[in-house]
């Protein structure tokens, strides 16, 4: 059965640091665009950042633009999400999905364009 799994999510102070992870269970991301995505209670879900097939189109929406990072490992069959500057409005469960379609070098922070969700990995930013 194929799964994505996310983790990584935490509670951390403003201007504070994490990292999230993707690993699919079942079948290799390498050949699929990845996306992040979040929300917020009584907020609709956002992408974040995505990454092409072979990892050289990234996309970041300018709220997170300079501070969230879009990264994959192909050994590892993982993709990162590196963010920086933590601001309490960042605050959201985080899910990484996958664009199955998405030619390559090509991704998308349209979440209609992905199929294939993770159950999700809550982000506090709090003091």
């Known amino acids: 059965q194929a799964l994505l799994v996310e983790s990584g999510g935490g509670l951390v102070q403003p201007g504070g640091s994490l990292r999230l992870s993707c690993a699919p269970s079942?079948?290799?991301?390498?050949?699929?665009?990845i996306g992040w995505f979040r929300q917020a209670p009584g907020k609709e879900r956002e992408g974040v950042s995505c990454?092409?097939?072979?990892?050289?189109?990234?996309n970041y929406p300018d709220s997170v633009k300079g501070r969230f990072t879009i990264s994959r490992d192909n050994d590892k069959n993982t993709v990162y999400l590196q963010m920086t500057s933590l601001r309490p409005e960042d605050t959201a469960v985080y899910y990484c999905?996958?664009?199955?379609?998405?030619?390559?070098?090509?991704?998308?922070?349209?979440?209609?364009?992905?199929?294939?969700w993770g159950q999700g990995t809550q982000v506090t930013v709090s003091s």
């Open positions: 999905a996958v664009d199955w379609r998405a030619p390559s070098g090509f991704c998308t922070l349209t979440k209609s364009h992905y199929d294939f």
């Open positions: 079942g079948f290799t991301s390498v050949n699929f665009a």
């Open positions: 990454i092409s097939v072979g990892g050289k189109t990234t």
